[in-house]
């Protein structure tokens, strides 16, 4: 059983900042691309940021130079520091990692968690 569960969200000012939280737990034995989604009300999930095991990252045009991804292998987590933050980027943020898990590799998503960005 693999669990994804993030954290960090909630209600911020345009131009503030967020740290978003994921772990994953279970009988896991390897963890690949890790990243972040999000959806707006009325809209489809979209990638947001992307963190593959070497460190490689990728980033939607949206949030480049404002949304840091990043992640602790040691402790099965992925981050989302999200700076500057504007009211379009207002939406439920989904986690989403690849794992193997008892040789069984598959996708794996969180609940989500939101942010409002609104003055």
């Known amino acids: 059983q693999v669990q994804l569960v993030e954290s960090g969200g909630g209600s911020v000012q345009p131009g503030g900042s967020l740290r978003l939280s994921c772990a994953a737990s279970g009988t896991i034995e390897s963890i690949y691309a890790m990243s972040w989604y999000r959806q707006a009300p009325g809209k489809e999930r979209e990638l947001v940021a992307y963190i593959h095991t070497s460190g490689t990252t990728n980033y939607a045009d949206s949030v480049k130079g404002r949304f840091t991804i990043s992640r602790d292998n040691a402790k099965n987590t992925v981050s989302l520091q999200v700076n500057s933050l504007k009211p379009e980027d207002t939406a439920v943020y989904y986690c989403?990692?690849?794992?193997?898990?008892?040789?069984?590799?598959?996708?794996?998503w969180g609940q989500g968690t939101l942010v409002t960005v609104s003055s």
């Open positions: 989403r990692a690849e794992i193997t898990a008892r040789g069984v590799y598959s996708t794996y």
